[in-house]
């Protein structure tokens, strides 16, 4: 019997993480959504197989409780691709340490904590971890140090799960996003042609890729997709 993949996508109802959702379920992919308890899955994810909720994937023991109740929903883990994370523009002599606590936070540990509950569910039949950077990782502006900084961290976690995990074929990597053109992006930055932005389609494109037995020998790599500015 052949069997669709499975794929475990976190910030589901969210810009990127509604579109990667259709994308796969639309390929054949069985997919559990998880977002915040009210964030509208029903209706932004209305294709996945699964609607899952956890409030903060910071905690350990949630991200362990919402991947062992998608592997129960699904049967098992191909892979998993989280969105979550945060984003805060601000100078660095206006960046107080809880502003870098809280990127590190939302960035880092909710990937890392995703990454680790993930592979036990992925170590005898292999699987693909997919983290979303950011371009900023590579060089950052004014404004972004703090942002920036915990990005560079996602980066160096989807490195050191690659090379940890690799003889088990259990793959890790990002995509770099720029700026995506989203309805919160626009009405932030008005006078910005938003036609120079990346599309939430051509990262989840990025990502779908990863997740596929297309990229079985991709790991540690951190793909760009910069959109045309």
């Known amino acids: 019997m052949t069997h669709s993949k499975t794929a475990i996508i976190t910030g589901a109802a969210g810009n990127l993480g509604a579109t990667l959702v259709a994308m796969l379920a639309g390929r054949g992919w069985r997919v559990a959504a998880v977002d915040r308890a009210g964030a509208p899955l029903a209706e932004r994810c209305p294709l996945a197989a699964l609607h899952l909720t956890a409030d903060d994937?910071?905690?350990?023991?949630?991200?362990?409780?919402?991947?062992?109740?998608?592997?129960?929903?699904l049967g098992r883990v191909d892979g998993l691709a989280t969105t979550v994370g945060g984003f805060a523009w601000a100078m660095l002599d206006?960046?107080?340490?809880?502003?870098?606590?809280?990127?590190?936070?939302?960035?880092?540990?909710?990937?890392?904590?995703?990454?680790?509950?993930?592979?036990p569910h992925m170590r005898d039949a292999g699987?693909?971890?997919?983290?979303?950077?950011?371009?900023?990782a590579?060089?950052?502006?004014?404004?972004?140090?703090?942002?920036?900084?915990?990005?560079?961290g996602v980066l160096r976690l989807v490195e050191s799960t690659a090379d940890e995990h690799k003889r088990i074929r259990i793959r890790a990597n990002a995509v770099l996003p720029g700026t995506m053109d989203t309805p919160q992006n626009r009405a932030s930055m008005p006078d910005v042609d938003p036609t120079l932005w990346t599309t939430t389609a051509e990262v989840a494109?990025?990502?779908?890729?990863?997740?596929?037995?297309?990229?079985?020998?991709?790991?540690?790599?951190?793909?760009?997709?910069?959109?045309?500015?």
């Open 205 to 229: 494109e990025a990502i779908a890729f990863l997740l596929s037995d297309a990229a079985s020998g991709v790991t540690g790599a951190a793909i760009a997709v910069p959109g045309r500015g």
């Open 127 to 136: 699987g693909s971890l997919v983290a979303v950077g950011a371009g900023a």
């Open 138 to 152: 590579l060089r950052a502006p004014a404004g972004m140090a703090a942002y920036a900084a915990a990005k560079s």
């Open 94 to 119: 206006d960046s107080p340490a809880a502003l870098w606590a809280q990127m590190f936070r939302l960035n880092v540990l909710t990937a890392a904590n995703l990454f680790r509950a993930a592979i």
């Open 57 to 73: 994937l910071a905690e350990p023991e949630q991200a362990a409780l919402v991947l062992a109740q998608a592997r129960d929903g």
